[in-house]
């Protein structure tokens, strides 16, 4: 049953610290993205990569925020430092090839709360 | 820039009742439209696909619809049971990416 997987499911930290989340796309799949979903805002895509070159990271601070896909089985979403801001459920996605020729298959989120 | 509003926000209505939850988008120049659920504290499964060149896509009781030119699409439930509550999503896909709508929360009760 292929599924993407992120870790961790949640996360409770203070102000200040670091925060990384992964995630394992499902295998043979080439693209990935990183939303970000809050009950004022919905669901915003913070970055994407396609065959692990990032393609768009516009939706993501910059200052704080890095996206990175060391290789094909695994992407991060580090956040440093964390702010209570930052507080929302982070999802991943993956698909394969463009996403115009199929669909996108979402992982169960990392729900972080910055205190 | 391409907005996705979806309304109703939310909706309660009786088992066994069809129903129509909508979906519109500000630029037409879209490669397809997808809809999703959500459950509470889960992430988005996917429920149909519709390519710009299609009209329409069907899964069991569920029927979406594309209309580019008016910039539409509606999801249609038939005989909504309770387990169909949930959050429902609509995204176009806008130069390699999805745009998301904010969703209609439906209950369905017994």
């Known amino acids: 049953d292929a599924r993407v997987t992120q870790t961790p499911r949640h996360k409770v930290t203070e102000m200040g610290q670091e925060v990384t989340m992964r995630c394992q796309p499902i295998l043979g799949h080439n693209t990935v993205f990183w939303y970000r979903q809050t009950m004022m805002q919905g669901l915003e895509l913070l970055a994407y990569f396609r065959n692990r070159a990032p393609l768009d990271d516009s939706g993501m601070p910059k200052d704080r925020f890095s996206a990175e896909m060391p290789d094909a089985t695994l992407a991060t979403l580090k956040i440093q430092p964390s702010e209570p801001r930052d507080s929302a459920v982070y999802f991943c996605?993956?698909?394969?090839?463009?996403?115009?020729?199929?669909?996108?298959?979402f992982g169960e989120g990392s729900r972080l709360t910055v205190l | 820039k391409q907005e996705v509003t979806q309304i109703p926000a939310a909706l309660s209505v009786p088992e066994g009742e069809n129903l129509v939850l909508n979906c519109s988008f500000t630029d037409s120049a879209i490669y397809n439209l997808q809809w999703f659920r959500q459950d509470p504290g889960k992430g988005l499964t996917s429920l149909l696909l519709i390519q710009s060149s299609q009209r329409e896509q069907t899964s069991g009781r569920l029927n979406a619809s594309l209309d580019k030119s008016s910039g539409r699409s509606t999801l249609y439930i038939a005989a909504s049971q309770p387990g169909d509550s949930a959050t429902y999503l609509c995204?176009?896909?806008?130069?390699?990416?999805?745009?998301f709508g904010t969703g209609t929360r439906l209950q369905v009760f017994p």
């Open positions: 995204a176009v896909e806008d130069t390699d990416k999805l745009i």
């Open positions: 996605a993956s698909g394969l090839e463009n996403v115009d020729t199929g669909e996108l298959f």
